[in-house]
């Protein structure tokens, strides 16, 4: 693309040479941990996805970062990747599976994203584990399906129509050297994550 000599404005990915419009993924995945200590939860897991993807490596420096401030080390078995050989919600169920098969599981799990934590949900209930009960969970996202579940997902709204708008106005302005701008998130507390 880039040989084609037409401007480029990356949405949702962070390429060194081009100019990039993102979320803010750290301040989201804090946003999203911090909830759950605010909330009284002690064992707080991460679900996530490839580490290779920026916007996921992200997510998960936010996570550590809000247990860290919060006083706490991040456990090493309480955080878990999907398994890429396996189909997307299969792997996030298997996930969870081995979250639960801990010898102390966790009280609270943040998703990189909703559909991640919406199956993960899906574990717990086949396990007879009641949400928030049981297991709290926030997502990441906030797809459609995260409010119609029972219960509805906590999660982190992303503004995907202002990161189209954004990345447009760049464009039209010519505004396309190297650089990177992120676009705020909202937590949006759900029935999932509280106590």
């Known amino acids: 693309i880039k040989s084609s000599n037409l401007p480029i404005v990356i949405v949702d990915h962070l390429v060194p ?5 993102n979320d803010d993924n750290l301040q989201g995945a804090w946003l999203a941990t911090y909830h759950l200590i605010e909330q009284g939860y002690q064992r707080i897991a991460m679900i996530s996805g490839p ?8 997510r998960s420096r936010g996570y ?3 247990l860290f401030g919060s006083g706490r080390l991040a456990d090493p ?20 599976n081995k979250l639960l098969a801990l010898p102390q599981r966790p009280d609270a799990v943040f998703a990189y994203n909703d559909e991640t934590a919406l199956n993960a949900m899906e574990a717990c209930r086949r ?8 297991n709290a969970f926030v ?6 399906a995260a409010a119609g579940n029972r219960p509805a997902l906590t999660t982190i709204r992303v503004d995907k129509e202002a ?20 676009l705020p998130v909202e937590l949006v507390v759900r029935e999932s994550s509280l106590q």
Do not use: Q, T, W
């Not at 580490?51 to 992200?58: C, F, I, K, Q, R």
């Not at 955080?79 to 169920?93: K, T």
């Open 139 to 144: 997502g990441y996202d906030d797809i459609a």
């Open 77 to 96: 078995d309480l955080e878990v990747s999907l398994d890429p050989n396996l189909p997307y919600s299969e792997a996030a169920m298997v996930a969870m």
């Open 127 to 134: 396990a007879g584990l009641s949400i928030p009960g049981d």
């Open 51 to 58: 580490l290779s993807h920026p916007s996921v490596a992200l």
């Open 163 to 182: 990161l189209g708008n954004r990345a447009a106005n760049h464009l039209i302005a010519g505004e396309i050297s190297a650089g990177e701008e992120l």
């Open 17 to 21: 040479s081009c100019f990039c419009i």
């Open 64 to 66: 550590r970062k809000a």
